[in-house]
């Protein structure tokens, strides 16, 4: 099941497409997924929805081998994606998207849901970081929001919150529930960002795993792999399976977590037009 781990990141900044160029790329993708490009009038927001959706239909063709003509991608009401087909090779293929900034990436998993985010670290316009932050500090525990506030420099604060943000955004978006409320709940440990553990309600679910990478130029991504009990309800009821039993499960959540792969926007074109 290893290889239907997949770690991918696309740098846009790359890409310095012509008006025709960017059309040619977007015929390559079914009609429908046309106008969920196009309804952005910035160049860049363009890009980064082209290159989410191109990622998909790419990443599911290479792991699953089905033929580009046969991929069916959905979503749910709260917007998270996934892959109408039978006779998956395994037993529960998901993967999720994530763009901000200069990157867009993806991650697949065969068992486990995956959530993926992505955050460049940006520095506030117009407001202080600690105005900033401020905004948000409903949403963290007591010690993750002691750890961000005493980080160090307004710089490390910044980062610091952003990390944080970024590893409770790849938990809601592997559950697929769209919803921030509750997650000062969800509560994350780590040692200098490695061994990240998660508790909820002070309880350590064991049964997840997160990672957390520098992507340079002051960017980071993290993953969340999730027991797919934990889906919400509308994601729910498109996984082929949910309930699964200890050895199977622990197989599942314990395969090797790879690096992320840097693809060009010419492979995934390249690998469109073959398909």
């Known amino acids: 099941?290893?290889?239907?781990?997949?770690?991918?990141?696309?740098?846009?900044?790359?890409?310095?497409?012509?008006?025709?160029?960017?059309?040619?790329?977007?015929?390559?993708?079914?009609?429908?997924?046309?106008?969920?490009?196009?309804?952005?009038?910035?160049?860049?927001?363009?890009?980064?929805?082209?290159?989410?959706?191109?990622?998909?239909?790419?990443?599911?063709?290479d792991v699953l081998q089905i033929p580009f003509p046969d991929i069916v991608i959905k979503r749910t009401l709260e917007g998270k994606p996934y892959l109408d087909f039978d006779g998956l090779r395994f037993p529960n293929f998901n993967f999720n998207v994530s763009h901000h900034g200069d990157y867009v990436a993806i991650a697949s998993e065969p068992v486990c849901l995956v959530g993926v985010d992505i955050v460049s670290y940006d520095v506030p316009r117009g407001e202080t970081i600690t105005e900033f932050i401020q905004l948000f500090s409903s949403y963290f525990s007591c010690l993750e929001w002691d750890n961000i506030v005493t980080a160090g420099t307004s710089e490390?604060?910044?980062?610091?919150?952003?990390?944080?943000?970024?590893?409770?955004?790849?938990?809601?978006?592997?559950?697929?529930?769209?919803?921030?409320?509750?997650?000062?709940?969800?509560?994350?440990?780590?040692?200098?960002?490695?061994?990240?553990s998660a508790k909820v309600n002070g309880k350590v679910m064991t049964q997840w795993r997160f990672w957390l990478f520098e992507l340079g130029d002051r960017h980071c991504v993290s993953i969340a792999r999730v027991h797919p009990i934990s889906a919400a309800t509308s994601y729910k009821r498109t996984?082929?399976?949910?309930?699964?039993?200890?050895?199977?499960?622990?197989?599942?959540?314990?395969?090797p977590n790879v690096d992320f792969v840097q693809l060009g926007i010419e492979q995934l074109i390249s690998t469109l037009q073959k398909a």
């Open 239 to 255: 996984l082929k399976k949910v309930d699964f039993t200890e050895d199977e499960y622990t197989e599942g959540l314990h395969l």
């Open 1 to 61: 099941m290893e290889e239907a781990v997949k770690r991918w990141v696309v740098k846009l900044s790359k890409w310095d497409p012509q008006p025709s160029d960017f059309s040619f790329a977007l015929s390559l993708l079914p009609s429908h997924e046309h106008s969920s490009v196009t309804r952005f009038v910035k160049l860049e927001d363009r890009k980064r929805a082209l290159v989410s959706r191109m990622l998909q239909y790419v990443l599911v063709h």
């Open 156 to 196: 490390d604060v910044l980062i610091e919150f952003y990390r944080y943000w970024s590893l409770k955004e790849a938990y809601v978006k592997a559950i697929g529930s769209g919803l921030t409320e509750g997650l000062n709940k969800v509560e994350f440990s780590h040692t200098k960002w490695t061994d990240i």
